[in-house]
């Protein structure tokens, strides 16, 4: 009885642990949203050898990448690539810089990758309570860099 009872102890303190891998906090899913979204158009402007969009409305904050390439699988729990987004309503974008030109206020704005390997430059700010995350592009490789800033 007391095995079952100490058995039952350690299963309860394991579930929430369990069910915050499940379910992933909104930072945390934008994010790799983001970046998810930003490798699979830079791997389809490779193997398609045409240049692709990401499309960001940052007003009701969404994000469109298109389509993934074939074979294309996500690290994430869902195992189907993540080719779209909406952020969470707790999410605020408070930067959004491509080419250096400021696009938070624009009803859409698109960030380019090249078949060559390269994209348009872009930093990207996320506000949430007190997480601030800062995704940029580096231009020559099209690689996603993600930082904790402080406010």
């Given at each position: 009885?007391?095995?079952?009872?100490?058995?039952?102890?350690?299963?309860?303190?394991?579930?929430?642990?369990?069910?915050?891998?499940?379910?992933?906090?909104?930072?945390?899913?934008?994010?790799?949203?983001?970046?998810e979204?930003?490798?699979?158009?830079?791997?389809?402007?490779?193997?398609?050898?045409?240049?692709?969009t990401?499309?960001?409305?940052?007003?009701?904050?969404?994000?469109?990448?298109?389509?993934?390439?074939?074979?294309?699988v996500?690290?994430?729990?869902?195992?189907?690539?993540?080719?779209?987004?909406?952020?969470?309503?707790?999410?605020?974008?408070?930067?959004?810089?491509?080419?250096?030109?400021?696009?938070?206020?624009?009803?859409e704005?698109?960030?380019?990758?090249?078949?060559?390997?390269?994209?348009?430059e872009?930093?990207?700010?996320?506000?949430?309570?007190?997480?601030?995350?800062?995704?940029?592009?580096?231009?020559?490789?099209?690689?996603?860099?993600?930082?904790?800033?402080?406010?």
């Amino acid at each position: 009885m007391m095995v079952v009872a100490i058995l039952g102890l350690v299963m309860a303190m394991g579930v929430p642990s369990i069910l915050q891998e499940l379910h992933e906090e909104p930072m945390r899913k934008a994010v790799n949203d983001v970046t998810e979204i930003c490798g699979h158009a830079r791997a389809m402007a490779i193997l398609s050898g045409k240049p692709t969009t990401v499309v960001f409305h940052p007003h009701d904050g969404t994000i469109d990448g298109g389509s993934a390439p074939a074979g294309a699988v996500s690290t994430r729990n869902s195992g189907k690539p993540t080719t779209s987004s909406q952020l969470d309503g707790s999410i605020t974008i408070e930067m959004l810089d491509i080419n250096l030109i400021e696009d938070k206020d624009a009803d859409e704005a698109g960030v380019r990758f090249f078949p060559n390997g390269t994209s348009d430059e872009m930093t990207l700010i996320l506000h949430s309570g007190d997480q601030w995350r800062k995704i940029t592009l580096e231009v020559t490789t099209a690689l996603t860099t993600v930082t904790s800033t402080v406010q």
